[in-house]
């Protein structure tokens, strides 16, 4: 019987559980967004629409400069085992962001949390780019990179509709809250499909600080 390999017409465990991943991380982010400038300007001592501005600009640009060198890296070093670190590592981080906009009463507090997420962002992306291309079904890459497009909207628009309604009727504290469970739960479902990734004889040892 030959074994199955990613490379044939169906989704298989590691695609599937990808864009699942996804789905929890982009609904945890679609919470928070839409209200972030809200949130600045009604919470923040010295909130204002330019610390919100700030605020959009050390992410987008923290992330897109750091995620460069880091795909460098990974690019450079061959197997999976490097990029699975990057993206479970980098989801995580990405999680405790929220603790900043939860304790969050400067404007400078709200630059960390952005810093964070810009971080983990760029140690996960990259890395999740890599694998999911790598697994991805063969002739069905469209399909495939459509579906986690799909359910990133699909995620991203039904949390931006709660997100609205958590803040109506209980304030801003749960979403965050909502936002950091959303995430650790997108990122601890990479553990389902770490025996997929790493090699068998190492996914046990993976998280003790292995040579690289």
Known sequence: MKKKTARNNKLNKVVKVMVLSDFFLN????????????FIVQSIEGGSALVAGMAVGIYWIGKS???IPIAHYLDRHSGEKDDYLALFFGTMIMAIAPVFLIIATLPW????????QALGMALAWPAWS???TRHIASKREAFCWSLDSSLIG???GLAGILGG???QYFGF?????????????AAF????IIADIVPRDKADRIFLFPKL
């Open 173 to 185: 504290i749960p979403l965050f809250f909502a936002r950091m469970v959303l995430t650790f739960i």
């Open 27 to 38: 609904a945890g982010w679609g919470l928070v967004y839409p209200i972030l400038a809200i």
């Open 165 to 167: 309604l958590l803040v």
């Open 154 to 156: 699909i995620g991203a």
């Open 130 to 132: 890599a694998i999911f």
């Open 189 to 192: 479902m990479f553990l389902l």
């Open 65 to 67: 400069i750091i995620q």
């Open 109 to 116: 507090h709200i630059y960390v949390a952005q810093a964070i």
